[in-house]
DNA sequence: CTGCCGTACTGACAAATGTCATCGGCAGTA
DNA sequence: TACTGCCGATGACATTTGTCAGTACGGCAG
């Protein structure tokens, strides 16, 4: 029997795929979450044996949650779940030692094959977004290029940034023409776009 | 017998819907698709009694389906699902006819009462996201300025909108400028991220 | 018919932004 | 040791931007 705990804060399809994945005989839900601290608590208490969880949540993102379980829980194996799979967030999920990586686009049907085969260990990612992950290869920005783009994203202007970096203008500026340069944009606004599009952020 | 008609792009949740949905005695899944096109073809053959359709769909937004659905099949009854419920898109469906509107934080169970209640021509609506709209109020912004905001979104720069709208660059400028007034904002990017926080976009 | 509003434009000005060259400190590492 | 790369900063520069005032035209409600 393998010991199931589900995370998504959309109770619509966690609710569903509960009641999808409880009909199968091998396979026992034994908690339902909405959130990251929730999911983190619920499974120190009953230790199942694969977490599923949604990347996009509430107070604590899936990576950072599956950060969290392999420090805390690293017999638990991670599968993670999400909508719009970016190409870098698939590099971050396996640094994290997240076992498989499914986008809702994929047939439901098959989400208890992932939950087997995560629970025996193996690796189960979307071959389309492994390609794409390929594709894009790794992330060229510094984690202060992507600090700033982060603020960016917002709409915060120069000085804004500056403070909460507690920086310099001109080095926010810096680090900002250097992103767009990287990202061949012609705007930070553009840049930092792009850089979530493509996960990194 | 209700015939009712799923119309996601996340296999994931359709199928785990469909499934769900299918053991109801008086609800019969007649036709599952996902996108906007094959959702008003299947429609049409079909004539299901009522359409559940995601917001976010490629191609055409769950929005332009509804009112397509509405001029070429009226007696088909709408609810949207989505994820993020924006206060102003509420509006914009409402018009558009749609009966029900669940955001996806909604209990998996409640879903079948939500498709009986569209089926018997009742409305249906997230009383949180309701208030949510009343107090947001009407979107304040004309046509035009919906439109620079729109193009400012992905980054682009007053000159590139100002192609795109066959536009002087200073009259998106000014755009703009009344635009952020009207948004209490700092730059147009921040205008724009909440305009379309609040649906308006 | 007369405001009022939305659309579209112009010109001018101050402020914000993007680019470049250059500096120093510090951590790896070859 | 010398080299490289990231971090942080400075100063100067040309552009881009946001703002303001003013013009003009069409539609529409009072």
Not at 96 to 125: E, H, M, W, Y
Request: proline share 5%.
């Amino acid at each position: 029997m393998i010991r199931l705990l589900l995370a998504d804060d959309e109770h619509l399809i966690r609710g569903a795929v509960a009641a999808l994945l409880a009909l199968e005989p091998d396979i026992d839900v034994v908690a339902e979450v909405a959130d990251g601290p929730s999911a983190l608590k619920a499974a120190k208490e009953l230790r199942p044996d694969v977490a599923m969880l949604d990347l996009e949540m509430p107070d604590m993102d899936g990576i950072e949650l599956a950060e969290a379980l392999r420090d805390e829980l690293p017999k638990t194996r991670i599968a993670i779940v999400t909508r719009h799979a970016r190409p870098g967030v698939l590099h971050r999920a396996l640094n994290a030692g997240v076992l498989a990586f499914v986008p809702k686009t994929a047939q439901a049907q098959s989400l208890a094959d992932v939950v087997r085969k995560v629970n025996a260990g193996q690796r189960c990612i979307d071959p389309d977004l492994a390609t794409q992950a390929l594709l894009a290869g790794p992330c060229p920005l510094t984690p202060r290029e992507l600090d700033v783009l982060r603020e960016s994203r917002e709409g915060a202007t120069v000085q804004v940034i500056a403070q909460r970096l507690h920086l310099t203008q001109g080095t926010v500026r810096n680090y900002l023409s250097t992103a767009m340069t990287k990202l061949d944009a012609e705007t930070r606004y553009e840049a930092a776009q792009r850089a979530w599009e493509l996960g990194w952020l």
